[in-house]
């Protein structure tokens, strides 16, 4: 079967969109090590957990949400609890699973980091899009998500990573 190329339009969308996915992440990455000493990664995690109900979260919940590998969930909760951000406990009547918890110590760290990382997103994402661009930008975004992840989704790779 002959491939089906990219069209020179398609093929300057992609590029655009896999350099700014790299870039950001790096300038996302840096600016939280910078002023707050803290990971991209770690600043997720303490996000989603901080929007829980009681501040805590199913570690395979968490992995979901977070949109990675649930053994990278566990290395990276294990070294946000040796700097007391996070803490592990048994999920009540599931002796198999446990939950990931913020701590005060976290949220904390993320109130004193969210404001300059919020106005990174602003200025690097935001502020160069009209609110258009911004809607239609997410929109986009959305698609190709659930193309990846829904009921429709390709074969390979054999499952999300956070089901690995």
Known sequence: MEPRWLSP??????RAYRDLSLVLED?????LRHKADLSHLYYSVMVFLSEA?????????????LKIAR????YTVSRMEERGWVRREDAPGD???QLAVLTEEGLTALEEAA??????????????L??????????????ILTG?????????????PWRR
Not at 27 to 31: W, Y
Not at 71 to 74: G, K, P, Q, V
Not at 115 to 128: G, I, L, M, Q, Y
Not at 148 to 160: H, M, N, Q, S, Y
């Open 130 to 143: 009209t609110p258009e661009q911004a809607r239609a930008f997410g929109e986009a975004c959305e698609i």
């Open 9 to 14: 339009e398609e093929q300057r969308a992609w």
């Open 95 to 97: 002796g198999r699973a």
């Open 148 to 160: 990846l992840t829904g009921p429709d989704r390709p074969a390979f790779p054999a499952d999300l």
């Open 53 to 65: 109900p009681e501040r805590r979260l199913r570690m395979t919940d968490l992995a979901e949400q």
């Open 71 to 74: 053994t990278r969930l566990s």
């Open 115 to 128: 404001p300059s990382h919020v106005a990174t997103v602003r200025a690097a994402v935001f502020d160069r």
């Open 27 to 31: 300038v996302l990455d840096q600016q």
